[in-house]
């Protein structure tokens, strides 16, 4: 049986041009794993505001083990 082991919210900047779009992520570990999509959307965005870049996506990482 699969068993989630972490959460993570990942943040992906544009650090390009629209025409050559170059993408850089920045990574918060340890996010809980009851949080909700929203509730994680919300920080995510909350967040990226304190960057200089343009936000181009928020994504959350569940690592789930599927055993050996």
């Known amino acids: 049986m ?6 993570k919210l990942v943040l992906r900047f544009n650090i390009g041009t629209e025409d050559k779009p ?7 570990t340890r996010v809980a794993e009851e949080a909700t999509d929203d509730a994680v959307k919300i920080v995510g965005t ?3 505001g304190l960057y200089e870049n343009t936000i181009a996506d928020v994504v959350r990482v569940n690592e789930v083990s599927l055993g050996h």
């Open 22 to 28: 170059k993408y850089k992520d920045v990574t918060f």
């Open 2 to 7: 699969a068993e989630l082991k972490r959460t």
């Open 46 to 48: 909350a967040l990226a």
